[in-house]
């Protein structure tokens, strides 16, 4: 008889955004006449930019041929598209990445998801807290979590590095060392970013302990400050210990067409064994990569028409972002975040949870955030807010939230 991954029945609840989804759903049909204005999951709500548009209609044009047909992709991806990565996002910014070191996804989620399969269950992973549930999620259906205690919402074989107020939401090197460590930043879900000179020391730490470190740059572009890197690949010594997430949902809005890659260096090597060469083996395997169309929409992102295109969408964004944190902060919230990413962190009112919030909030004004305790014990508390939606509704959404006092 078949068995099952036990592992998967370690997960508690459902999944952060569908336990969401469930809750919002069982509002509108009790409230069918009440307008949801949807300020919680990150998804992007602007249409793709003319310069995408045009590049896939064009693609499309040339699957109509025989003669420019095309079929399978190239495993790491087309070189037209791991080419335009490497002059626009690294050598760019004086980073030397080889067009053959970008794999070429379907989205970053699922990179970040699946990287893991690369390593032993015996690896003692660090997250940031709060964090990305996805990260978390993953290495405990791979088995390397250990116990979960539901009092504290922390598994016993993870290090938590709390990001708290009083370290500006970004952690602290942790004491006990781990062999994964994963950073998001800009950091979803607080908004925090990392000064160029932090994100070095995790990288001489790294290259020190023999750890390795998980990037996921997802919001690089909405970085605003001269000081904060757009790539872990600024820092010194980064090729030896550091893998990178990249994504087109938020800087070019492919939310709803999936393309994203992954960087891993050659340099990278781990008991005479080179990662860069299993996970091409895992890429060929178990293939996720994009159709040919999607990646020649990928290629216009770096055009100069299509770089003009999403500079205006993404300051769309951050205007909503801006809004949401000065409107709140001005109602007597405290927030944080917003400036170099598209999320607020919003601290709850004393004397509720992050998930009561979340009901209230829902009940009494109709506007749907994410609770913070869905990143994480230290989320605890707070509430994640997007300037993805759209400016009308953003603008609704702060006023609602202001007259309930």
Known sequence: MYKINDNYQKLPGSYLFSTIGKKVSAYVKD?????????????????LAPSIIGAMHRAVDEMGCAETFHGYAPELGYEFLREAIVKGDYEARGCHIRADEIFVSDGAKCDCSNIQELFHVDNVVAVCDPVY??????????????????????????????????????????????DLIYLCYPNNPTGAAITRAELQRWVDYANEKGALILYDAAYEAYISQEDVPHTIYECEGARTCAIEFKSFSKNAGFTGVRLGYTVVPKDLVCGGVSLHSMWARRHGTKYNGAPYIIQRAGEAVYSEEGRAQLKEQVAYYMKNAAWIRDGLAGAGYTVYGGVNAPYVWLKVPAGMTSWEFFDDLLERAGVVGTPGSGFGPSGEGYFRLTGFGSYENTQKAVERIRKLG
């Not at 116990?147 to 590095?161: E, P």
């Open 133 to 178: 549930p996805v990260y978390v999620d993953s290495n405990v259906m791979a088995g390397r979590t250990g116990t979960y205690d539901a009092a504290t919402g922390m598994w016993s074989d993870v290090i938590y590095m709390p990001c708290t107020e009083e370290n500006g939401f970004c952690p602290v090197l942790p004491q006990k060392t781990p």
């Open 31 to 47: 409230h069918p006449d009440q307008e949801v204005i949807r300020l919680g999951i990150g998804d992007v709500t602007q249409p």
